[in-house]
Nanobody, 126 residues
Framework: QVQLVESGGGLVQPGGSLRLSCATS????????IGWFRQAPGKARVGISC????????SYDDSVKGRFTIPKDNTKDTVYLQMYRLKPEETADYYC???????????????????WGQGTQVTDSS
């Protein structure tokens, strides 16, 4: 049974940093893609970053490029999203999602994924 559990959200000041975690179980991570998404109040869920363990590739949306990273020191079953220089407008619920890798996989699209975590909230504290 595929399971994803996010944690690490909280209050953060503008310009601050947070590290989100996505604990995984029930599937072989090396055959899957992990995507990170966020959904701001009243807005659609959008993809911000993703990692393919099959090909060891990472992608970022332009909105977070240079500020967010998926560290290479992910533990075997947990994937992290390190966020730097957070902006007030990035207050949102953050989700991880997973799906088995396939050719032409659109890893920043919500439609590519069947399995989702419950989300963790990141809130601007200013």
């Amino acid at each position: 049974q595929v399971q994803l559990v996010e944690s690490g959200g909280g209050l953060v000041q503008p310009g601050g940093s947070l590290r989100l975690s996505c604990a995984t179980s029930g599937f072989p991570l090396e055959d899957y893609v992990i995507g990170w998404f966020r959904q701001a109040p009243g807005k659609a869920r959008v993809g911000i970053s993703c990692i393919s363990f099959t090909y060891n590739t990472i992608s970022y949306d332009d909105s977070v490029k240079g500020r967010f990273t998926i560290p290479k020191d992910n533990t075997k079953d947990t994937v992290y999203l390190q966020m730097y220089r957070l902006k007030p407008e990035e207050t949102a619920d953050y989700y991880c999602a997973t799906e088995r890798y396939r050719e032409k996989f659109a890893c920043l699209s919500t439609r590519s994924y069947r399995y989702w975590g419950q989300g963790t909230q990141v809130t601007d504290s200013s």
